[in-house]
């Protein structure tokens, strides 16, 4: 046994080595290809919202959507922002009733699903307030915008956010025209009265995102239209710490699971500590209100 101990001990030796050799070998290929895909699907000249001097922490924050499943570009951020303690309020103008349903339901049952689902992705944002209109899905433009504004108004009022986070009214993100009409009809809103808000995150995706979607997302190909384009990225929100809250709210949508990996390729089979390292920021169009880019605004109104 006395003999054998120093052959033992280098066995153990070279083992230990071995597995750390294995380890750091691991560690050093998963920084790498962390590093090259962070930079694939990020636009790092994008002031962080830490470090733009436009940019004021919300105390308050109403986030507009047409669809229930629509807060997942943007979910990273609310839960930051309420981390940091802001209030947060979700206003949904339909109940995404005419979706898929994920073979959980039948058609009939399907709004009422979504909203379940809605108050679970609720909660896991820091028990933001929840809001679900019905007014009618993938018809939403059939609705007359002043109709949709005084409901949103309605939430302005009672909420009173300093920050309101909404669609862009041209292209919709990605080319849905629910999402189009619900921007525009938040934007000529505060265009016309600002109700308190001082700031309107527009959500967009920075030019790399733009092209990886082209090339991994049918629905984002099929919709997306150049002439349009997005509102350029002027403010990027830093989510890392909270992809594992983002990946609950994704899966907290069960119905919508073919819907959420065409959004988010992968989420369900990557890690979230991986996955939202690569995908670690959400990118916004920021509009002060009350300074020179109202004109602007009422300029571009249609
Ligand atoms: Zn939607």
């Given amino acids: 046994m006395i003999q ?5 001990l280098r066995a153990l030796t070279t083992g230990i080595a071995c597995i750390g050799s294995v380890s750091v070998a691991i560690i050093a290929t998963l920084s790498v290809a962390n590093l090259i895909l962070f930079h694939l699907v990020n636009d790092p000249t994008v002031p962080l919202s830490s470090r733009n001097p436009d940019y004021a922490s919300p105390r308050s924050v109403l986030a507009i959507f047409a669809h229930p499943d629509d807060e997942i570009m ?7 922002w309420r981390k940091a303690g802001a209030s947060i309020h979700l206003l949904y103008l339909t109940r995404g009733e005419d979706g ?3 073979g959980l339901v039948n058609r009939d049952g399907l709004g009422d699903l979504r909203e379940q689902e809605l108050a679970r992705v609720a909660r896991l944002t820091g028990d933001a307030s929840l809001t679900v209109l019905r007014y009618p899905d993938r018809r939403l433009d059939s609705v007359p915008l002043p109709t949709l504004q ?3 108004a309605a939430r302005l009022d009672s909420a009173r956010p300093d920050t309101v986070v909404c669609f862009d009214d041209a ?3 990605y080319g849905h025209p629910d999402h189009a009409w619900s ?16 700031q309107l995150a527009v ?25 349009t384009g997005l509102p350029p990225a002027t403010l990027a929100m830093r989510i890392a710490p909270y992809g594992n809250v983002k990946k609950k709210i994704c899966l907290a949508h069960r119905s919508q699971r073919a819907v959420i990996d065409d959004v988010q390729p992968l989420v369900t089979h990557v890690p979230a500590w991986f996955y939202y390292r690569v995908f670690s920021r959400e990118y916004y169009n920021l509009i002060r209100l009350g300074t020179d880019r109202d004109v602007s605004m009422q300029e571009v109104s249609p």
């Fill in 4 to 8: 054998c101990a120093p052959v033992e």
């Fill in 203 to 227: 959500m967009t995706l920075c030019d790399r995102q733009i092209a990886l979607a082209l090339k991994v997302s049918r629905t984002f190909r099929e919709r997306f239209r150049p002439e």
């Fill in 183 to 198: 921007g525009r009809a938040t934007r000529e809103l505060l265009v016309r009265d600002r109700h308190g808000v001082r």
């Fill in 171 to 173: 292209l919709g993100l």
């Fill in 100 to 102: 898929p349903t994920g």
């Fill in 150 to 152: 005084s409901e949103i």
């Fill in 74 to 80: 943007v979910a990273g951020s609310l839960v930051a």
